[in-house]
DNA sequence: GTTTAAATTTAAGCATTCCTAACTTAAGAA
DNA sequence: TTCTTAAGTTAGGAATGCTTAAATTTAAAC
């Protein structure tokens, strides 16, 4: 049973990996997680021992299936967390994150099997991010496209919101964007590739760089 | 801001504190939290540094005015979870304490405040144990009688049960008593002190030991 | 192919929280 | 009032998890 700090390391790490071509190096851990190098070599050692991590002195590491597994469980009571917090309690979208990091680590497997029967086994969480059910199974992912890639005059439906500051998620609760929106392509500037969305009545325009955070499907 | 640890100390001296005329001695702490006298000698001069303490070596110990105010914050984390854990999951009394007991620590005020909301503002948790309200407030206790003192022929609302163990939990849940179930005192046998209680269509001969875990209010 | 800079690891140290064992104090029995 | 024992404290040690500083390894520049 690994302590709060371990499974922080191996839910980094886990995160880390999904980047694709790069292995993941100690600085990066250490980056993510705001700790020292130092602090981060130990660990890393330590969960190498404990068979969280295929791990060699100076090249970098990679999750064993063990550490896979610890991190699902631990990214499942986040994203049920997260979810059962919008869902249930209201909290807004910037508002969940630093209590499900939490309570990620303050629940029985036994409560959260409560909340996931209570929440109806949900697949998605409020960010759109898949939940790993009890096994560690993640549910198929749907087709979605970034925003500067839909196509004008078409309707899309929003399935993922990239969390990446407070700023822009108050900003998108604020114009109205939610998981499962659907949302008009009005235009978009070659100006500067930003794109004008209906959402509702109104319409907004979009950054390029704001608009790689949002994911959609189209709706037909 | 206190530790988990210090926190869990800092609870239990106040539960301890509650019993009358009797100083908290570290043994009383030790045996509590299930620690060494040793771990608990130490740490009771830390909390007494840090000024939640009064303490003089050899002498026991008492809350000082900062310690009583963590200690109802800590109790009211609990108690809140406790009710919601109960109302809104359907978890039984027997399985709420020990999950509450992790989540207490693991609650932001701005949480526990959107709890309280959602729960709209709860006095008593579900073994009719008083919530402090945000500013440590404890709201007016009920004039509880316990069952032995309850008056055959009478009728009777449940508003506290003390939790002494899991197999008592599961028995009251089994035969259908939760708090406000108002029950009938059918008769006392003088020669156990039993009494026989109605539940719904059911009598029950609750022995002196248990009913003693059981207070209630007339029912007018 | 060296040199140098960046990445990484090791070393030394600190805080927290626990343990067991040894010692000290207090309090009740004789 | 002294003696004994129970209660309480101190000492020494371990695990976790962090820090900064020093040493080492790798990799990239020249």
Redesign the pocket.
């Known amino acids: 049973m690994p ?4 499974e922080d390391y191996i839910k980094a790490i886990y995160q880390l990996e999904s980047y694709p071509d790069k292995s993941v ?3 990066d851990v250490a980056n993510k997680l705001e ?5 981060t ?6 969960l190498s021992e404990q068979g969280f991590l295929n791990y060699e ?2 090249r ?1 590491m990679s999750l064993t299936e063990d550490g896979k597994r610890t991190a699902l469980h631990v990214i499942r009571r986040h994203r049920i967390w997260e979810l059962f917090l919008v869902d249930v309690l209201g909290l807004t979208w910037s508002e969940v994150h630093a209590e499900a990091e939490i309570l990620e680590h303050s629940t029985s497997d036994f409560l959260i099997e409560r909340l996931d029967k209570y929440l109806r086994h949900p697949k998605f969480d409020p960010h759109g991010e898949p939940i790993p059910d009890k096994y560690g199974n993640l549910p198929e992912l749907p087709d979605w496209v970034s925003l500067p890639k839909c196509e004008v005059g078409k309707s899309y439906r929003l399935v993922k919101v990239t969390d990446s500051s407070k700023e822009l998620m108050d900003y998108f609760t604020e114009i109205g964007l939610s998981l499962n929106k659907v949302v008009m392509i009005v235009s978009r500037l070659s100006y500067d590739n930003s794109t004008i969305i209906q959402v509702g009545n109104d319409s907004f325009n979009i950054s390029e760089k704001i608009a790689s955070n949002l994911f959609f499907i189209e709706d037909v």
Chains 1, 2 share one sequence.
């Not at 700790?35 to 602090?39: D, H």
């Open positions: 302590t709060i700090s371990k190096s100690t600085t700790v020292s190098k130092a602090a070599s130990e660990m890393v050692q330590r002195k100076y970098g």
